[in-house]
């Protein structure tokens, strides 16, 4: 495909490798956070981690929506899927996440009217056609699609569509980095920075760490190529003894960011004074929900029920792996209680979480591990 | 233990899991276990195979081989409930008529006859299931098949979408057939008869859930005429056929792998997917592996004939675009490797339910 083969260049790629190999102090280990779970995804799909010098180590970050959720907020969207008359919408990877009494799937099939859209305007839409019905949609996700969900309750709220509501449990990157940084056992030496939450947020944001916690930080795109040239740019920083936010994903995204989206975010959310972290457990002002003027909209105050904080299960080590403080097959349950069919934690079930895309695309070719 | 022995041996339970049948543990039936992968697996393998075990089922082909005076007959059934009932290039009617011959034909046998069972939901136009019957009537001439039985029911309004079509095959096996899904070997080339993606890809944007149009008709069609050719081309070298329908080209390398113990390795720059299937699947996070075929075929070649086979595959109709996409290794057993565009290789596994678009 035209404009994209280019980022997955075999050749390149390996170019790059070898730029990074070369920057490499002998002996010396590089620990580096991909932040967000579709760099995590494109890791795994092209064997990135194949081509890396063996000092070169990528850590998860907390960067995948699906992974971060509390199993309260999954029984939440639960207990307003079975209120009578209601179409429960979400994404698709919202149906297969465990809350404490099963899934969205498991709903369903019990009855519940849940339906999978691609975007919440499609939700809006469902709510356009069945008129006598309640239409919720879930919105989960960071600032990459807190706009859209925006856009479509300021839609709703301008054409006043009463039958649409929205569970708001979008929340923002910086208040976990934040607290990654500030946690005592921190070991990571740098951050491949997410480039679709910056095409939103921009730069900015980002500076205070390397400012503040002496970290480089270089905002990337999702493709192999902008991978490895992020991790080079990352290397090249640390040899140099540099330290700064760059924009490997210049095509993309600018420095200030997206005014128009950062605009509408401002007006239908304000942030919530603590959002629970699925295993990185309360965070303060991490979160986003509706705003005074959309009230109404508020799915959470439409309905009489109750977000009720519910234990991680305790075998469950997900917030160890969102941290980066383990690899998810040194988890307890990895790959024995808890699989991608019978998943006990949230980064066992999005093709973004860590745990999945282990589990699913392995490693078997490194350094002839397992063939 | 050093911590590279511990990956490798939580790698080891990983793998020892995939390779045992699957557990039926599940409580209710939910989707997944309609979608081709790990749940329908497990309802296979856990629940139905145990019930009902005798040989012809246990080898889980794509029809069952039943001997009768000496003659080979293949006998295959099928139910389709697809929605919409119409999609760019082809209907429910037609599926119906080429995914049951189809399961004969990849099974080595030549289809001979149909029967047809329709469900109908109280209200379906008169007119939509006319076009339905023709439709049927169409498929079965052109596959060479006759509807020789059949049975109608109607159901209430609102206890079926309007209309579900069962059809059960007949066949007999091709003299020139030496295949089986235990059949592959270590060094058969892995050929597929076209590109991949494009029934499960039409049905997908015709359910008009996404804002996005494309032009991507499903593939349905016979494949007796692909097989055929490839059995006139390669003979005892053709080892296993399969038609890769629901879970894509990705599960049915992976049951192959498991029945026959040997490792399927896929070179992805190789596999022929059309670019109007492959930016649908880039834009919505689907993997064309894992999309669903109605008019397909995977074959496994032994080397010596690969060429043969290939050559006689692009000259059918429908078969231009056939490729040698991998090929069949000792290690890991019941495994599925992809090597990436990239240079890099991963486990191409087999999905835990429907394949899911990603969200960021």
Known sequence: ????????????????????????????TYKLMEVCGGHTHTIYRYGIDDLLPGGVELVHGPGCPVCVLPMGRVDLAIAIAHESGVIMTCFGDMLRVPGSRGSLLDAKARGADVRIVYSPLDALGIARANPDREVVFFAIGFETTAPSTALTLRRARADGIENFSCVCNHVTIVPPLQALLESPDLQIDGFVGPGHVATVVGGRPFE????????????????????????QMLIAQLAGGRCEVENQYRRVVSWEGNPRALEVMGEVFEVRDDFEWRGLGFIPRSALRLSGSYERLDAERRFDVVAARVAD??????????????????????????????????????????????????????????? | MSSAARERRI?????????????FRDDQITMAHGAGGKASQSLIEGLLLPALANDALAILGDAGIVSVNGAGLALTTDSFVVRPIRFPGGSIGELAVNGTVNDLAVSGARPLALTLSLVLEEGLPAEELQAEVEAIARAAEQAGVQVVAGDTKVVERGHADSMYVCTTGLGILDPRSHVSPDGLEVGDRIIVSGAIGEHGMAVMLAREEFSLEARISSDTRSVWPAVDALLQAAGADLHCMRDPTRGGVASALNELARSSAVAAVVSEADVPVAPAVLGAGELLGIDPMYVANEGKLIAFVAPASADAALEALRGVPGGEAAAVIGEDVQEPPGMVLVETAFGGRRVMDVLAGDPLPRIC
């Open chain 1, 208 to 231: 205070f760490i390397p400012a503040e916690h002496g970290r480089p930080f270089v905002i990337s795109g999702f493709e192999p190529v902008d991978v490895l040239q992020s991790i």
């Open chain 2, 11 to 23: 790698l080891e339970i990983v793998q020892g899991t995939r390779a045992r049948p699957a557990r």
């Open chain 1, 1 to 28: 495909m035209r404009f994209v083969d280019e980022f997955r260049d075999a050749g390149l790629g390996r170019a790059l490798a070898e730029e990074i190999r070369a920057l490499i102090e002998p002996g010396r």
């Open chain 1, 313 to 371: 299960p305790p075998a469950c080590q997900c917030g160890d792996v969102l941290r980066g403080a383990i690899k998810p097959w040194e988890c307890r349950v990895f790959g024995t209680a808890c699989t991608p069919e019978k998943p006990i934690g949230t980064c066992m079930v999005s093709p973004e979480g860590a745990c999945a895309a282990y589990y699913n695309y392995g490693r078997y070719a490194r350094e002839g591990a397992l063939v």
